[in-house]
């Protein structure tokens, strides 16, 4: 394994780049910054490899990374309606970060943006792990997690994650890459990626993308992607659930959800034949289409923009803390959190 310094945050504490490659030309950079995905390879039906998710060059772009380019979110992806929830009868307040609620723990502070503990667990495996103590970022419990990134020879990144808590607490980590399998740095969006969901159901949301707590079925939708659709067939449709998140940023419900490693998504490339399909332990997944994606220069002076990269991070429902109808995402003493997930390219 290669470990090169990154630079230093404007704390001047430095960074490390972990370089994994496997036997047949793939490679994946992370950084002990946030534990993010910085690079990964993959090749296209001539067997070209490139980069296929976005990111930037520099630890400082790291530090703003205003759309999560890459990052482990934790304890808690996604959002949290009134930014405050309760456990064993007590209320926690959290940061109050996207209208009125709680949008992906803590945006400027969160375990993203900070250094994570390194150990190299063989020539393609790295583990990063963080201490959280009680009541940070609003949190309880004293937590330990970790996340252990593993290149395999079959084209395959695996995200093994672990907490544990010595509190009932909200555990709902996740990745938040952005795919884009025309390569990173081509300039083009993602709407002519055509998507597969092993989900026939999502959950709908309000103002703000919170779930109402129901579970609808997508069967005569535009949110439909139990077959092959291209992304942006239907982004804009004037369908409610589109116009509040501005296109698909949705939870969708994992059919045949067994706590085992399923398949869950594939999405394709038609001009470069690259494929990726995505297999996880858990609930749900979050297809977001990079509908927010601000304007900025990412690795390689690409330019990013709006739809640039696709996201499915698997997670367990948003809000479940307040849906007791979901899938409960609240572990603590003898209930430790472990989940796996896998995006897989072909060779």
Request: aromatic share 10%; proline share 4%; hydrophobic share 30%.
């Amino acid at each position: 394994m290669k470990k090169t310094e990154f630079g230093q945050t404007k704390s001047g504490e430095t960074v490390y780049l972990y370089e994994l490659k496997n036997n047949n030309g793939m490679v994946a950079t992370v950084t002990d910054f946030g534990a993010n995905l910085v690079s990964l390879t993959a090749p296209d039906k001539k067997g070209v490899y490139d980069d296929v998710v976005l990111g930037y060059d520099k630890v400082s772009d790291y530090e703003k990374n205003g759309s999560f380019f890459g990052a482990v979110i934790a304890p808690s992806a996604n959002r949290i309606a009134g930014a405050s929830f309760e456990i064993d009868g007590k209320k926690y307040d959290l940061q109050i970060n996207d209208g009125e609620n709680n949008l992906h723990s803590d945006v400027f502070n969160g375990v993203h943006k900070r250094i994570w503990k390194a150990s190299e667990e063989g020539e393609n495996s790295v583990k990063f792990t963080i201490d959280s103590p009680d009541m940070d970022m609003g949190f309880p419990g004293n937590k330990v997690f970790s996340i252990t990134y593993t290149l395999t020879d079959d084209n395959e990144i695996k995200l093994y994650y672990h907490c544990t808590s010595d509190k009932n607490t909200i555990i709902n980590p996740t990745n938040h890459s952005y795919f884009n399998l025309l390569g990173a740095a081509s300039g083009k969006n993602i709407e002519d990626h055509i998507l597969t969901l092993n989900a026939s159901h999502y959950t709908p949301v309000v103002k703000g993308a919170i779930p109402t707590g129901e579970i609808a079925s997508v069967k005569g939708t535009v949110m439909d992607f139990t077959r092959p659709v291209r992304v942006g067939e239907r982004i804009e449709e004037d369908f409610m659930q589109l116009k509040l998140t501005l296109g698909y940023d949705h939870n969708y419900v994992v059919d045949g959800y067994n706590k085992k490693l399923n398949h869950i998504a594939t999405v394709s490339e038609p001009t470069t034949g690259r494929e990726m399909k995505v297999y996880s332990t858990l609930p749900g997944v979050q297809f977001y289409a990079g509908n927010c994606i601000a304007p900025t220069v990412g690795k390689k002076n690409a330019k990013y923009n709006k739809r640039s990269g696709l996201c499915l991070e698997t997670q367990f429902y948003p809000d479940s803390i307040h849906q007791p109808g979901f899938p409960s995402c609240v572990f603590g003493p003898g209930n430790d959190y472990e989940s796996e997930t896998v995006y897989a390219f072909n060779k």
